[in-house]
RNA sequence: GUGUCCAUAGUUCAGCUGGUUAGAACGCCAGGUUGUGGCCCUGGAGGUCGUGGGUUCAAGUCCCACUGGACACCCCA
């Protein structure tokens, strides 16, 4: 084998797309539900606009991005996330001009250059949704509650809603002091890389998975009950509207996003049906990232989550059902009458609107009778001279072997009558 | 980027301490049934044993490197 896909990306091969399909289209119409249109942007971007918009200090801009120089001395970067180039596309073609508050969403290839493991692609796909333009705790709660519905609609159950307000200029400063005061008496004892993150990002150090960590900052002080007025309220009303429209939850003070545009709301649904990567998706407010990226100031949500999770936790919760697509009819030729007959008949058929399969390898009667089977067509016709000749032919239906002369000069009316 | 384990037909795997032409099952192709699938029987095709080096009289088997895979750390969807 002379080239292969380059490391952790994957071939979505002919007997699994069906999966993809009938996901993405489970995700489109619940987006259409909830009213969110799609939007696509380009798979690369200036580079400036990821390290302008994720931050220039987390792990994704400063070691996962497949950034190159392109002929014209350009660096672009393939875009690891969605949110910074909706945006863009947001203040680039003055949308928020138009309505009040945008929603859309994406259905797109990420890359980012890490090392491969369960639930992790360097290509991989995310959904999720935007809204753009409005502070209210209700467009946080229709996010999340879109979020969920998409996993409702496909009979995902084992999973959880993660809450949680990480603040906003006016009260996170205070607090990351009085933290960072909290652990400054245990900082040597702090595992390595929370010790590196002491001063770069405090609060990731509560999200910490080392054992030592959890114990040391088991009592740590959390940003949720040291928030602002404004903050506050804003969380407390998410709560309750969750509550109101029965979005099951659960509030997590650790919850810390690794993106630096976050404010206020941040959430995470976790799979217990995964391994360590058990995030199916996590977003949250960003009230600053607009203006950030020379926008007006214009507060805004939106949540990302991973397709191939998904795929993995409905494979694994058997959500599929198995219904691939498959031929309605095949015309099985029993000689080259027979064939010469199926080629031009094939072509009315598909017209028609059947999904027809016919022979093209010149294969004898048997192995196409088999080929049927195997591609799971519902009936068979058989067509030789003698067919011909009384133009009628034996319709085989695969499932129940039952037999039937069915005439072939409106033969496309005939086999419409069977499949309604 | 770090660590652990792994790499043999299309697929899942076997191949004992290195020893004659590398096997099985399933899948694939053909025939048994000269015009009817699934079951059964018979036969067939298919492998430079991930790549490159080394040790040895002899390497799928031992050693090294590289590449790729799985999982975990890190990070995140």
Known sequence: ????????????????????????QAIRSVMHRFNYREIRTPVFEETALFARGIGELTDIVGKEMYTFTDRSETSVTLKPEMTASVIRSYIQNNLGEQLPLVKVYYLSPMFRQERPQAGRLRQFHQF?????GGQAAAIDAECLALAMEVYRTLGVTNMSLKINSV???????????????????????????????????????????????????ARAPLMKDHLCKECADHFVELQ???????????????????????????????????????????????DLLVEQLGGKPTPSVGFA??????????????????????????????DDDGRAWASK?????????????????????????KEADR???????????????????????????????????????????LSS
């Open 240 to 286: 309750s509207t969750l509550l109101a429209q029965k979005i099951p939850f659960e509030i997590d003070g650790r919850i810390v996003r690794g993106l630096d545009y976050y404010t206020k709301t941040a959430f995470e649904i976790v799979s217990t049906d995964l391994g360590s990567q058990d995030a199916l998706a996590g977003g949250g407010r960003y």
């Open 375 to 417: 591609q799971k067509a519902d009936y068979v016709l058989v067509v030789g001279a003698a067919e011909l000749a009384k133009n009628a032919a034996t319709l085989k239906q695969m499932a129940t072997g039952d037999h039937r002369t069915i005439g072939l000069s409106d033969l496309a009316a005939e086999i419409n009558k």
């Open 128 to 132: 999720g949704a935007e809204a753009i």
């Open 345 to 369: 008949a094939s072509m009315e058929l598909r017209r028609a609107g059947i999904a027809t399969e016919l022979d093209l390898l010149g294969r004898s009667l048997k192995s196409q009778l």
């Open 167 to 217: 603040g906003c200029e006016q009260c996170r400063p205070a607090y990351r002091e009085l933290l960072q005061g909290f652990l400054s008496n245990v900082r040597e004892k702090l595992s390595a890389e929370s010790q590196k993150r002491f001063d770069a990002n405090p609060l990731r150090i509560l999200d910490s998975k080392d054992e030592g960590d959890k114990s040391l900052t």
């Open 1 to 24: 084998m002379k080239f292969k896909s380059l490391k952790g990306t994957r071939d979505v091969l002919p007997g699994e797309s069906h999966r993809w399909q009938y996901v993405e």
């Open 305 to 334: 989550a991973g397709i191939e999770r998904l795929l993995m936790v409905m494979d694994q919760a058997k959500l599929f059902s198995g219904n691939e697509p498959h031929p309605f009819l095949f015309l099985a030729a029993a």
